[in-house]
């Protein structure tokens, strides 16, 4: 049989703990926190726990879960690091609670918190009563609470006669006979009583030299650091330091203060100050109705002029630059027609682009196009739509207010383009909404007091960037109504939700009640305008903006309805009667007299002029208008003759002539061969889905389902590659007698006997795995059996079993 089949011996539990079996120790519900609160544990899905062990203690992961650390946990740790650590070598040998919890000021219930939520982040684990930590925190955090190496690290570079002189200078004994030097100095020199003993004896000027060293950097400048000194030949205070070991030379000119010397002169404290408590948010009273208004105002805004932006590149997409953005003329155009600024014209370009609902597309050049999404966007509720915005605005890793600074090189960034992204832009944005919804509702801290308190709950984050990522975050949330009045909306606790967006109508309540519902019918007035009391349905709203121009925005919309704009739906393929009748059906005035006459008036004379191609002709049934037409001085670029007394040609071109016909107010339509009109609708032009950002992002927190189904994978992996199994043998049978032959007869008894076996298995892709499965049949050269690791029914290729093996009675089997 295969090597796979070889016995796995189990766990001896005279074993000394170590962290991947304090994992296996763990209740399901407390592996359910661990992947909880470090997601990227599970992706992929560890095949056991000491696969979960190599993962959680890895430098990338630890890295991660550091930066979620507030500042109180970081010192709990970096406390732990300082104490537990005394050789500076192996694995941290940790310490107790009490111990912990008097060099960090007896913080009280804080500390309690602290320790649970590092210890369920498998950034600490215990081993009875003692608290040990990662040891790849050793090298990430290399000087915690500022303190240097311990002494017995230190004292490893020293040559041998420099320790024997350190020793002699102690009043130790010098060589090996009685043990490693650097041992046993460091052993004297924590022995309780001598520090202050040998404090003493240096004097007052040396210790104005530990007391600058004591707080960190734990480092000092002095030449030749390296000199040979003893006690007997010292001339200074430093002489002094280095021949008792109070501080030792690492290099020719550093010395360093030793871990123990400095929490001695501290009196036992790590931090000069314990910050367990963040900071207090700052905060003006804000009346919680007008928040409210204010904010699903700014919502409905947002949505509002998304979709009018869009409506408008439908028709007349802009170009795509070249580095993939956005031309600055067309920024400030969409600024104009949305009446707003740049920078929150910005915003909802990106928020939009980031929704999907925005993309590059078009036949030849690249332009910007709404997406096929976008139709199904503006069907959907008011409320659903901003929530649709709001998330995708708080999930991308694009800040549109970056569009305003300049890169490294010096040349300014579009929007759309290159150089906005910023991967810790979501988590700050997640951070900052979660900030702004700790204080009660109608409260809005003061931005300061935002910046202060993510510097408090990030500390390994924060800085310069991050603090300007917080003002991008409160401004953008001003732009999309996720605040109001500088305070956070009820229903923006939604985008909060633990595990996705929740879109449920109770979360939306407060939105939806502030929000108009769309209509369906406008004022038509005497004075050729129309007036929308609110927000229209998107099919009256297309249909009217291709009937009318927009005069004015605002809680209502005003269109005005001039001689163009109905050429303009005639153009498009509406009759005079469809148009009047869409009007009475949506209007809920009468119809106004002169708005009747501009119709009618228009499509009298539209289409009477139809424009072929000769280069192109003209043909008019009227010859009393072609007449008119040749002898206008304006049409004489159009180098008009004519051919008969209802045809004219030209020797301009087609697309020309109807262009030119057009501004000059004739209102030609075009003709076909045989004749007929060619009025056309306009065409929906619209973008493929706007790729994918594929920029690192921190990974998603897993729903609850995933993760009992991934805990539950975990233990059935272990199960698979620590049970007790026995090898199966080739059988005692004639021919054939082979490793195959043994595997289907296994496996056939194991089904018939409803028994668990052990299987190695090589997939497609050449990895070899272990699972313990209960075999159901095997025909046609499969294995159908229900997989413990997986806890599915999968099926599995004979040919690629590598091995089988019963389990022994300890497992169960």
């Known amino acids: 049989m295969s090597d796979d089949t070889e016995p796995v011996t189990r766990r001896d539990s005279g074993r000394a703990p170590t962290y991947t079996s304090w994992l296996r120790s763990l209740s399901d519900a407390e592996l359910d926190g661990l992947l909880d609160a470090r997601p990227d544990l599970a992706s992929p899905v560890p095949t056991g726990f000491v696969a979960l062990a190599s993962r959680a203690a890895a430098r990338p992961s630890v890295l991660r879960a550091l930066d979620r650390l507030d500042r109180f946990g970081l010192q709990v740790l970096e406390a732990l690091l300082a104490l537990g650590d005394p050789l500076g070598s192996g694995p941290p040998v940790g310490t107790d609670r009490t111990a912990l919890a008097t060099a960090l000021g007896r913080p009280g219930p804080a500390l309690d918190t602290a320790l649970e939520r590092l210890r369920t982040a498998a950034l600490v684990w215990t081993d009875g009563e003692t608290l040990r930590p990662v040891a790849v925190l050793r090298d990430i955090l290399d000087r915690p609470a500022g303190l240097g190496p311990p002494l017995a690290a230190l004292l490893t570079g020293y040559p041998l006669d420099r320790l024997n002189r350190l020793a002699a200078d102690l009043g130790l004994s010098t060589g090996y006979t009685e043990g490693e030097p650097a041992a046993r100095i460091t052993a004297e020199v924590v022995r309780p009583g001598r520090l202050d003993e040998l404090l003493a004896e240096v004097g007052e000027e040396a210790r ?28 200074s205070p430093i002489d002094r330091l280095l021949a008792l070991g109070l501080v030792v030379a690492t290099d020719d000119t550093t010395i360093t203060l030793p871990r123990e010397v400095a929490l001695h002169l501290r009196g036992g404290r790590v931090f000069a100050k314990v910050e367990s408590a963040a900071p207090a948010l700052s905060t003006a009273t804000r009346d919680a109705t007008l928040v409210v208004r204010a904010a699903a105002g700014q919502a409905f805004t947002a949505v509002r002029a998304v979709g009018e932006l869009l409506e408008a ?83 991308s890793p694009r800040v549109a207010g970056r569009c305003a600074e300049r890169d490294a090189r010096g040349r300014s960034r579009n929007v759309l383009g290159e150089g906005l992204e910023h991967r810790l832009a979501p988590e700050v944005r997640r951070d900052v909404l979660e900030v702004l919804a700790e204080p009660p509702e109608g409260h809005a801290p003061s931005p300061g007091s935002v910046v202060e308190r993510l510097a408090w709950l990030r500390p390994r984050r924060h800085g310069p960037v991050v603090a300007e990522l917080v003002r991008h975050t409160l401004d953008d949330a001003a732009v999309l109504g996720v605040t109001g009045r500088d305070a956070l909306a009820p229903y923006a606790r939604a985008l909060l939700a633990e595990h996705g967006v929740d879109g449920s109508d109770a979360s939306l309540a407060p939105l939806a009640a502030e929000l108009p519902e769309p209509l369906d019918h406008i004022l038509v007035q005497g004075d050729l305008t129309a007036v929308a009391p609110g927000p229209l349905v998107a099919s009256l709203a297309r249909e009217l903006a291709l009937l009318a121009d927009v005069e004015s925005t605002g809680g209502a919309t005003v269109y005005r309805f001039s001689e163009a704009s109905i050429r303009r739906a005639l153009d498009a393929g509406r009759g005079a009667d469809e148009v009047l009748a869409l009007l009475e059906r949506h209007s809920a005035t009468p119809l106004p007299q002169p708005l009747r006459y501009l119709v009618a008036d228009v499509a009298r004379r539209h289409g009477r002029l139809r424009v072929g191609t000769a280069s192109s002709y003209l043909r008019c049934d009227d010859p009393a208008v072609l007449g008119q037409l040749l002898s206008d001085r304006r049409a004489a670029d159009l180098m008009l003759f004519p051919l008969a007394p209802t045809v004219v040609a030209s020797r301009a071109s087609r697309p020309v002539l109807l262009d030119r016909l057009a501004e000059l107010g004739y209102h030609p339509v075009p003709e076909a061969t045989d004749g007929s009109v060619q009025l056309s609708r306009p ?66 008894s194991a089904a018939e006997r409803g028994e668990r076996v052990w299987i190695g298995y090589l997939d497609s892709d050449g990895v070899a795995s272990g699972s313990i499965v209960e075999p159901s049949r095997v025909d046609g050269g499969y294995l159908t059996a229900y997989d413990a690791t997986r806890a599915a029914v999968r099926r599995f290729a004979v040919h690629r079993i590598t091995g089988v093996a019963a389990l022994a009675p300890e497992t169960g089997a």
């Open 683 to 748: 065409r929906i032009r619209r973008a493929a889905e706007p790729p994918k950002d594929a920029h690192l992002t921190e990974p998603r927190p897993l729903e609850p389902r995933l993760r009992a189904a991934t805990v539950r994978a975990i233990r059935a992996g272990d199960e698979a590659a620590s049970a007790l199994r026995r090898s199966v043998g080739v059988p005692d049978a004639p021919p054939p007698r082979s490793p195959a032959a043994a595997t289907l007869a296994a496996l056939s």
């Open 313 to 395: 590149w439908a028709d007349e997409p802009p170009g795509v630059l070249r580095n993939g953005g956005l031309g600055v003329r067309d920024l400030r155009d969409a600024a104009r027609l949305l009446d707003t600024d740049e920078r929150s014209a910005a915003v909802l370009v990106e928020t939009a682009y980031a929704a999907g609902l925005l993309g590059c597309g078009g036949d030849e050049d690249a332009e910007w196009l709404p997406t096929a999404d976008y139709d199904a966007w503006q069907a959907d509720r008011p409320a659903r739509r901003w929530l649709r915005l709001a998330d995708a605005w708080l999930r």
């Open 208 to 235: 104005a030299v530990l007391d600058r060293l004591m707080w960190g950097p734990p480092h000092g400048s002095v030449s030749n650091a390296r000199r040979a000194v003893s006690l007997a030949t010292a001339a």
